[in-house]
Nanobody
């Protein structure tokens, strides 16, 4: 069992930056593939970024070159560095852990989810 807790969200102006964190408790954090998803009001949950020792990293086209996913296994923590933020990045951001493969963009491949952290980008 893995518990995930996100933090770092907030209100930021367009063009600004935020760093999200996701702390995991439980066993074998380093063995899991990890990802960030987001859900904007009235929209379905959408893939943002993925990291895996086997498959590397993968990003949604909408965030490529602006967001960076990373992890610190010693701290059981997943990060999402977000730069050049846009109003359309406004959403609740969720971290997920599971046995995802390849691009990691399928939410059904994840067994554990955090409760999310709100990111609001003003224009």
């Amino acid at each position: 069992q893995v518990q995930l807790v996100e933090s770092g969200g907030g209100l930021v102006q367009a063009g600004g930056s935020l760093r999200l964190s996701c702390v995991a408790s439980g066993r074998s954090f380093s063995s899991y593939s990890m990802a960030w998803f987001r859900q904007a009001p009235g929209k379905e949950r959408a893939f943002v970024a993925f990291i895996s020792w086997t498959y590397g990293t993968y990003y949604a086209d909408s965030v490529k070159s602006r967001f960076t996913i990373s992890r610190d296994n010693a701290k059981n923590t997943l990060y999402l560095q977000m730069t050049s933020l846009k109003p359309e990045d406004t959403a609740v951001y969720y971290c997920a852990a599971g046995r995802a493969t390849y691009t990691g963009s399928d939410s059904h491949e994840y067994d554990y989810w955090g409760r999310g952290t709100q990111v609001t980008v003003s224009s």
